[in-house]
C-alpha cells in the first residue's frame, strides 16, 4: 500500500517555482533519514528528466563516482572527472547546472542527516 503524500504543500510549491524558473538553479534537500526528502523530489519533479540516486553502506569514493555516473546520464560528461571529496562533486554539479540552457534547468541534491 503506497501511503498518501500529506503535508507538503508549502515544499513543493516552492521546489516547482524552481522548476519553472526562467534561470537554472541548484538546490539541497537537507534532513534526517525517513522523513520523505526522496519522495518528495520526486513528487515535485514528476515526468521531467530527472536521475535519481540513493546513497548506501559503501566506500564514499565508490558512492561518488556513482553518483557522477548518475548526473552523467542527464548531463553528459559529468563522470570523467574524478571527485575526491563530496564538496567538488556537489560544486561541479551545481556548476554544471548553471551553465546549462534553458528555462527551468535545475539540480536538485538529497542529503541525509546522519
Request: proline share 6%.
Amino acid at each position: 500500500m503506497k501511503l498518501p503524500f500529506l503535508n507538503r504543500g508549502d515544499e513543493l510549491r516552492r521546489i516547482r517555482k524552481r522548476l519553472k524558473g526562467q534561470e537554472p538553479s541548484f538546490s539541497c534537500i537537507y534532513g534526517r533519514r525517513r522523513i520523505g526528502k526522496s519522495r518528495l523530489i520526486r513528487q515535485a519533479v514528476g515526468k521531467l528528466p530527472a536521475a535519481s540516486y540513493v546513497g548506501d553502506e559503501r566506500d564514499e569514493s565508490l558512492q561518488r563516482a556513482a553518483l557522477a555516473r548518475v548526473i552523467d546520464s542527464i548531463l553528459p560528461g559529468f563522470s570523467r572527472v574524478h571527485y575526491p571529496d563530496w564538496e567538488p562533486l556537489i560544486g561541479q554539479a551545481g556548476v554544471t547546472v548553471a551553465s546549462h540552457t534553458g528555462p527551468g534547468a535545475v539540480g536538485i541534491a538529497c542529503v541525509t542527516a546522519t
